[in-house]
């Protein structure tokens, strides 16, 4: 059965903490990606990466950290930089090609604020 | 950068009725405009994407159009049903140089079909 997971699907973060989401596709895309969405907005991209050991700034990538040491992996860390970190976070992957491929998200993961 | 701007913000039809959303971009070089529907609390889906080089792409109820010289692009849903019902977000994107990564999403349409 092929496609993203992430987990966990709720995550709680107190004050001064750092805390991991996990991404994993098992559909041998190259690209992966996180996004944050906020209520009533758009999605907003963290960190893409589009080959293993390599990764870029998204346009909200402040407070946040991430790792590609394995094509299926992807995860996200939100530091305790991130000053506004409640919200609902996306992973997403995609092939590489010469066109635009179609992402494809995961049920995503809805971090908390205690 | 990018900028898309997504109409309306949310939308209120009878089942069996037609919505259209619209969007608009900025960049004229965007080549790739998806539309993914949002069920509340899961991950957004590809429910239908189109192309520059194509001027509008049907899958049974749904269908895309594009204007490129107005730089706008619509979602078209007929004969709505309430399963329709979810947030729909359109997006658009350009290869740059085989960096063809980055979407640039609208704000997002709650989309409601009433029984």
């Known amino acids: 059965d092929g496609g993203i997971t992430q987990s966990p699907k709720y995550l709680f973060r107190k004050e001064g903490q750092n805390v991991t989401l996990s991404c994993e596709q098992n559909l041998n895309h190259d690209a992966m990606y996180w996004y944050r969405q906020d209520p009533g907005q758009g999605l907003r991209l963290i960190y893409y990466?589009?080959?293993?050991?390599?990764?870029q700034k998204g346009d909200i990538a402040e407070g946040y950290s991430v790792s590609r040491e394995k094509k299926e992996s992807f995860p996200l860390t939100v530091t305790s930089a991130q000053k506004n970190p409640t919200a609902f976070y996306l992973c997403?992957?995609?092939?590489?090609?010469?066109?635009?491929?179609?992402?494809?998200f995961g049920p995503g993961t809805r971090l908390l604020v205690l | 950068g990018e900028n898309v701007e997504q109409h309306p913000s949310t939308l209120s039809v009878q089942e069996g009725d037609s919505a259209v959303i619209k969007c608009t971009y900025s960049?004229?070089?965007?080549?790739?405009f998806p539309w993914y529907k949002q069920e509340l609390g899961k991950g957004p889906q590809l429910i239908i994407d189109?192309?520059?080089?194509?001027g509008e792409k049907k899958d049974q109820r749904i269908a895309v159009t594009l204007n490129k010289t107005a730089k706008h692009f619509s979602l078209h849903i007929t004969e709505t049903q309430p399963e329709d019902s979810a947030v729909y977000f359109c997006a658009a994107s350009k290869n740059s140089g085989g960096s063809n990564y980055k979407l640039t999403f609208g704000k997002g349409t709650l989309l409601t079909v009433n029984p």
């Open positions: 990466s589009q080959i293993v050991n390599d990764f």
């Open positions: 997403a992957s995609s092939r590489m090609g010469a066109l635009q491929e179609t992402q494809y």
């Open positions: 960049d004229s070089a965007s080549n790739y």
């Open positions: 189109i192309r520059s080089n194509v």
